[in-house]
């Protein structure tokens, strides 16, 4: 990389310049609008027996108005997180919902044009050629259309939920701009965003961590009765879709957006379990160490002694383009390019959204990070995270629109594989034994949060939507849903817990993906088994990492599995290999702290 400071804003003008009040932004969204017309003109066009030749041109329409609606999607989403008091960018992202249900409602169509293709006719169209690569995805939307309400019924709700369903998605994002919470810091009192206090939840100062966790706890029991009504509109409109299109399972979608079964899901969560055990010593051993009789919920993240290293962001870069590099020379080409770019948001500063995440740009054929950075080594793991959602984008860029669409648990597959490069060779090449100790201690801490975190979540989620069909859940319900979610994850191992976590943790209230926790854990231990053969194989598996990650949008985790790595994700031995490398961590932890 070269040797000036990394900037710590993205820069957002090479989209589309002009932010919120882009005239070029403005003009590309009013063209997806007249393309979305022109292509439910082409649909309604299509009359009696459907013949595959009068879909090939809807199918090229509809692929670029996918990538394009990402595309604003993407910008929008940058737009808002970056500045919460942005409304003009809140009013754009109402008018790219506002896109995507039209969009979704021709699509109804089109995936209901695709049932009436005869058979014999349509096998011949996927076996063709120019299909090939998308046969896949085409035969996945044929399969879908058949298990739902009809096309008119399919439309209205996507119109309905513009302003119903993803409306309070979008409530909860203005709750979440107006938390600030105070707090007393070198004499002075800074009013704090989600995003900067959430950060001091990670202090190695216990003294700062329970300041901020009460207040925390406080502000959102403030928040709490928003939150619930946000939270029990969008259970609500989900429950009754789905009783609508006859599916009995919550699970259903989630399953079926993750390409993943049931059996696999059950399995991994089976494995997890049995071994449960080992992680409750290191939660033991921790509070010890911390001089506790056990840890609360703001002690688990925790790092050890009174200080952490702190790392300024070029050290954080230089970290990961190295530990990259010895893995996959062109992952780490690509990472200095999104560092020198400006792809990258991490300036900790107020009115930015909470948290982190990577979006995609596939018109662009670019990617942006957006983060709060403020130097520990959690902050370090995270954006090479993202740089591996940002990687995984880059390698599928050149494939076609429907070939890119890969499902949340192989996108944290790839994202999850990349932080491990790094947290794996760090703790190798620690130069002392408190480093490789701390650095040891950070990588079980991810092993805790996919295991035991996660898990509490998706305990919270099922059984919240169990009591949601018999009605509303009070805050106090969902209080009690929460705290015995994370005291059966954690297997009763914490003292105090954070009852209010289901009003403060966004990903309960995001209306693209529901249960987005599970995908996580799956991810998590995927990674595991794919670093085990990169380990295994060295150089020479970095063209087939990268034509793993080309497939995830082709084929059900299953079949990726066994292509690629020839394992059954149904059965246990996979998923207690790759547990069992995590407790193999543990163990070393736990001699090291004897």
């Known amino acids: 990389m070269n040797k000036q400071p990394l900037k710590q804003t993205w820069n957002l003008d090479t989209i589309f310049p002009g932010g919120s009040e882009s005239p070029a932004f403005a003009e590309f969204a009013e063209q997806m609008v007249r393309d979305i017309s022109k292509f439910a003109g082409m649909l309604e066009s299509v009359n009696g027996r459907v013949k595959v030749q009068s879909l090939e041109e809807p199918i090229e329409l509809m692929q670029s108005l996918s990538n394009r609606l ?104 203005t709750t979440v701009s107006k938390v600030e919470i105070p707090f007393e810091e070198n004499g002075e009192t800074k009013r704090l965003s989600a995003g900067q206090a959430f950060n001091k939840l990670h202090s190695a100062d216990r003294s700062v961590r329970t300041e901020m966790f009460h207040k925390w706890e406080a502000e959102w029991g403030a928040k709490a009765d928003f939150c619930a009504d946000a939270l029990n509109h969008l259970g609500g409109f989900r429950t009754q879709l789905y009783k609508a299109r006859g599916w009995d399972s919550i699970l259903k979608e989630p399953l079926q957006i993750n ?24 939660l033991q051993r921790k509070a010890k160490l911390l001089g506790l ?48 770019e400006g792809w990258i948001e991490v300036e900790d500063r ?41 990687y995984h984008q880059y390698v599928m860029d050149e494939l076609p629109a429907m ?123 995927f990674s595991y088994g794919i670093f085990a053969r990169a380990l295994k194989e060295g150089a020479a598996f970095e063209n087939k990492y990268i034509a793993l990650l080309q497939d995830t949008g082709s084929m059900t985790v299953e079949e990726l599995a066994q292509k690629h790595l020839n394992v059954d994700l149904t059965q246990p031995q996979f998923w207690s290999e790759a547990v069992g490398l995590c407790v193999e961590d543990v163990e070393e932890f736990l001699r090291m702290t004897e």
Request: net charge negative.
């Open 70 to 173: 990402r595309e604003g999607s993407a910008y929008v989403e940058c737009l808002t997180a970056e500045n919460q008091n942005d409304r003009k960018a809140v009013l754009l992202s109402g008018k790219m919902r506002d896109t995507h249900a039209k969009f979704m409602s021709s699509l109804t169509q089109f995936d209901q044009l695709l049932t009436q293709v005869p058979d014999e006719d349509w096998e011949a169209f996927l076996t063709s050629q120019k299909y090939k690569p998308i046969a896949f995805n085409l035969e996945e939307r044929r399969q879908l259309a058949g298990e739902k309400m009809a096309p008119a019924l399919e439309a209205l709700a996507n119109n309905l939920a513009v302003d119903g369903y993803h409306g309070w998605g979008e409530m909860y994002n």
């Open 293 to 340: 009789e056990s840890l609360s919920w703001y002690d688990v993240d925790a790092p050890l002694g009174t200080a952490g290293k702190v790392y300024s962001y070029d050290e954080a870069a230089e970290l990961i383009v190295e530990q990259f590099r010895k893995f996959s020379p062109k992952m780490a080409d690509f990472a200095v390019k999104a560092f020198e």
């Open 403 to 525: 070939a890119q669409e890969y499902a949340m648990n192989v996108a944290e597959t790839a994202s999850t594989f990349a932080e491990m490069i790094v947290a794996d060779a760090a703790v190798k090449e620690a130069e002392s034994p408190q480093e490789k100790l701390a650095l040891l201690e950070n990588k079980v801490q991810s092993s805790i949060a996919f295991f035991m975190n996660i898990q509490a979540r998706f305990l919270f989620e099922t059984r919240f939507y169990a009591k949601r069909k018999q009605g509303l859940v009070s805050t106090e319900e969902l209080n009690t849903l929460m705290e015995e979610a994370q005291k059966e994850a954690y297997q009763h191992a914490l003292n105090e817990y954070h009852p209010h976590f289901w009003a403060s943790k966004m990903h309960f209230y995001i209306t693209e993906v529901p249960f987005y926790n599970f995908p996580y854990t799956f991810g998590y231990l």
């Open 259 to 282: 390409r993943m079964s049931e059996q696999t899901l059950d399995t991994m969560w089976n494995v997890i379990n049995e071994h449960s055990g080992k992680f409750v010593s290191f």
């Open 350 to 390: 107020p009115g930015k959204r909470p948290g982190g995440f990577c979006t995609s740009l596939p018109v662009s054929k670019q990617t942006r990070i957006f983060m709060t950075f403020s130097g520990t080594a959690s902050n370090v793991s995270t954006l090479a995270h993202e740089l591996g959602h940002a």
